[in-house]
């Protein structure tokens, strides 16, 4: 089998999506990878959605509430981030901008006067930088030669920094079975108290909440859709009562995604 991910070759999207599958295809685009999948023009997608240092991935998050699709795994790697370079004299750090973000600390300190430039991929910064000695990239240590030096390692400004990624698939693919749920909810209400009454429904059927994150819904300004991963499968008695006691509380016009159940892997 083969997944969509962010490309080109050596992104760290591309070492994660290695650890689930054989074969690669890549696109630039979060939402395009979300949308294959979600439209059946390939079978698996694989997508970044929090990283330990920056947060969430808004894009993979707003691409998973608008395309219906299934996670059907979650991918959790180290990042090892390294300044590749022709030579020392560059000017400017192509990388992306995640990856400028959570280096940022290093940056400011060593490279101060360098300007820094957002763009696809890590592996499209470097690959500007093979071709541009006033460029710099930001990217693992393995996509150096060919031209580029490691001029610093590991220069993430925290040791444990680390990217959780998904695999989606079609949603008919979509499991009750792991240890982990993602869901994304949708009151289409708005009242004081109303995100503790919706909380408070997981807590008193002692599910742990380990993620909960808030977007626009893009209705209208101040409406809200939550994201909402926890440490149950839907298989579980507990998570099903759950949920239907979400629905319960929300607007006829309200909706609760149930994204899957799934396990989870750790690469190096």
Not at 16 to 31: G, H, I, N, Q, R
Not at 88 to 110: G, I, K, M, T
Not at 113 to 129: D, K, Q
Request: aromatic share 6%; charged share 25%.
């Amino acid at each position: 089998m083969h997944a969509l991910t962010l490309g080109p070759a050596g992104t760290y999207s591309h070492r994660a999506t290695l650890a689930v599958v054989d074969e690669v295809d890549f696109v630039e685009s979060v939402t395009a990878i979300v949308e294959a999948v979600a439209e059946g023009s390939t079978r698996r997608g694989v997508v970044p959605v929090e990283n330990s240092i920056e947060g969430s991935v808004t894009e993979s998050l707003d691409a998973l509430s608008r395309f219906d699709v299934a996670v059907v795994r979650e991918v959790i790697s180290p990042i090892r981030h390294a300044l590749l370079a022709q030579s020392p004299d560059f000017e400017v750090v192509a990388s992306h901008s995640q990856a400028l973000a959570q280096c940022r600390d290093y940056l400011e300190a060593n490279h101060p006067e360098a300007r820094l430039e957002a763009v696809a991929s890590t592996a499209r910064g470097v690959e500007e930088a093979r071709g541009d000695p006033a460029i710099a990239a930001i990217g693992h240590p393995a996509n150096a030669g060919d031209g580029l030096e490691v001029l610093a390692a590991d220069i993430q400004d925290r040791s444990s920094n680390a990217t959780r990624f998904v695999v989606l698939a079609p949603s008919e693919e979509r499991s009750d079975a792991g240890g982990k749920t993602s869901v994304i909810i949708y009151p289409h209400l708005d009242y004081s108290g109303l995100l503790l009454e919706l909380l408070g429904v997981f807590a008193d059927r002692d599910i742990n909440l380990t993620r909960i994150e808030s977007r626009p819904s893009g209705n209208r300004l101040g409406d809200y859709l939550f994201h909402l991963d926890f440490a149950a499968g839907l298989y579980e008695e507990r998570a099903q009562s759950a949920l239907a006691a979400v629905e319960d509380i929300i607007d006829d016009d309200g909706w609760v995604k149930r994204l899957g159940s799934y396990d989870t892997v750790h690469v190096v």
